[in-house]
């Protein structure tokens, strides 16, 4: 733009913190973005690029890239870059989204850099177990290309001051434990929240979970080996480090408390194995933790290290993000440090079939519904409601559930069917579902409730209104 004053990126870095007033370049721009910070979505993740350009982080986050975000970026120019300086800090970057694995086409992505999709809901049903090809994805970063050959599992214990490495074949040495579980992301359903008043996060429909049946090597035998066992720590969290990382080389990261990795009924396993074959590149391969029970964001895929800590992960993913707050806390009032991080998840269910606005059939009075429907924790699904009359009367439906589900350590989801009567000679229908856990927890009926500025948590009765032809 004309009129602004000329910087090179030197100018640029001399203002790397908040007492030197934050800089970024973009393109030809040079931004002043210190009042911004406070205001940014991604949180002070934005800092990493302080003094430097953001091409590189708006390459890894490809939300960035649009008209809005860029009109807003504007109003904090404060001048121009000089013209041998465009492009220089991208010249000798190859597009990290260069190695991604191929996907099966019926995953319709939310974004593709990083990529997330999920299965359409007809398919999600057809089986208790989710087949590799068709289960969520969810990556914050590009997918690090991991040699199974070279690959290296750190373990420490910050306080032991002990070390410990572990190649893939040292743990195929442990015992084999295989665990039906399902993952499920804090932002499944965030699409109907958002009904209620816009959220910040991924539009997920209600697919955002799938059931697998992971097999690895116990964490609390790993730990045991190197001395961790209850009682004899002072630990309190074991933290998780990806091998994705960011422009900065941070991790990603996160971390669980320390009683559920060294419970043995916890089945917290160091998986390298999806549905009996290797785990897909997309989930984690060739090592990934799972963590039953709890959030898919702790179930860290890529595992590259494992720190037995007095201290949660400091990552942004374990203090900025995956929270719950009250419905009236904005992005103006919010602090992160006020929740606890999401852990085990709450009791959920959704229709799969039929979908929202579908004409269905009706037989003897009656339609056919189904769905999923889980808890977190390992609490088992004892029962689901079903409604076609917005959730005035209800009806249980027949459940089925994995092999062996029994609280607490029921960590695979149900799936249910009810043939449910519809109102006579009405020509519409809303059919509602909750499910109910063994701890007799149910769902809140409505979005107004639970709203949340991030759009997690969202269990709220799934609704679906159809047409019914007759
Ligand atoms: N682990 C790493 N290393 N990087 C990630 O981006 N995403 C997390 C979790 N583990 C993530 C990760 C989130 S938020 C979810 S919901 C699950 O992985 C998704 O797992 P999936 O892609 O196998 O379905
Ligand atoms: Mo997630």
Redesign the pocket.
């Known amino acids: 733009r004309k009129g602004l004053p000329e910087y090179n990126l030197d100018d640029v870095s001399k203002h790397g913190t908040m007492q030197d007033r934050v800089w970024v370049s973009y393109r030809h721009g040079v931004y002043d973005i210190t009042d911004f910070i406070a205001e940014h979505p991604g949180g002070d993740k934005i800092l990493m690029g302080a003094g430097g350009s953001v091409e590189p982080f708006w390459t890894l986050y490809a939300v960035h890239k649009n008209d809005h975000v860029l009109d807003m970026f504007e109003k904090y120019r404060i001048g121009n870059l000089a013209a041998d300086d465009v492009g220089a800090s991208v010249k000798n970057m190859s597009d990290p989204y260069g190695n991604e694995p191929r996907r099966h086409i019926a995953l319709k992505p939310s974004s593709k850099k990083?990529f997330?999709a999920e299965p359409p809901l007809a398919l999600l049903v057809d089986s208790l177990i989710t087949p590799n090809e068709l289960?969520?994805?969810?990556?914050?970063?590009p997918v690090?290309e991991v040699d199974a050959s070279t690959y290296e599992l750190e373990v420490c214990d910050e306080e032991l001051q002990k070390e410990k490495v572990f190649t893939l074949k040292d743990l195929k040495k442990y015992p084999k434990h295989t665990v039906t579980a399902t993952?499920?992301?804090?932002?499944?359903r965030r699409s109907e929240m958002t009904q209620v008043k816009p959220v910040k996060g991924l539009s997920w429909g209600q697919a955002?979970i799938?059931n697998a049946t992971w097999s690895g090597a116990r964490l609390c035998d790993v730990l045991r080996d190197l001395g961790i066992t209850d009682g004899k720590t002072d630990a309190l969290h074991i933290q998780?480090?990806?091998?994705?990382t960011d422009p900065a080389h941070m991790?990603?990261?996160?971390s669980i408390p320390i009683e559920k990795a060294l419970d043995p009924h916890g089945d917290v396993i160091l998986a390298y194995e999806?549905n009996g074959e290797p785990i897909p590149r997309?989930?984690?391969y060739p090592i990934?933790v799972i963590v039953p029970g709890v959030?898919?964001?702790?179930?860290?895929?890529?595992?590259g290290r494992i720190v037995v800590s007095k201290d949660e992960s400091d990552s942004h993913?374990q203090q900025n993000d995956?929270k719950g707050f009250a419905p009236s806390v904005d992005w103006d009032t919010v602090d992160f440090k006020k929740s606890p991080a999401i852990q085990e998840l709450p009791v959920i269910s959704a229709i799969c079939e039929p979908l929202e606005g579908q004409t269905v059939g009706v037989k003897n009075g009656k339609v056919n519904v189904k769905g999923y429907a889980w808890s977190g924790g390992g609490r088992k699904i004892v029962r689901v409601d079903v409604s076609s009359d917005g959730g005035k009367n209800w009806q249980a439906a027949d459940v089925l559930e994995c092999d062996g589900a029994r609280h607490p350590q029921a960590w695979g989801w149900s799936i249910w069917k009810a043939e449910i009567p519809v109102p006579k000679s009405k020509l519409e229908a809303q059919l509602c579902a909750k499910a109910v856990d063994s701890q007799y927890n149910t769902q809140p009926e409505n979005f107004e409730n639970i709203w949340n500025l991030r759009g997690v948590l969202a269990n709220a009765y799934h609704r679906v209104n159809i047409k019914l032809a007759r």
Request: hydrophobic share 40%; glycine share 14%.
């Open positions: 990083p997330n289960f969520y994805v969810r990556n914050h970063l690090p993952i499920m992301c804090a932002g499944n955002a799938g998780f480090e990806g091998l994705d991790p990603y990261g996160a999806m997309d989930h984690g990934r959030v898919g964001a702790r179930n860290v895929k890529w595992l993913w995956y």
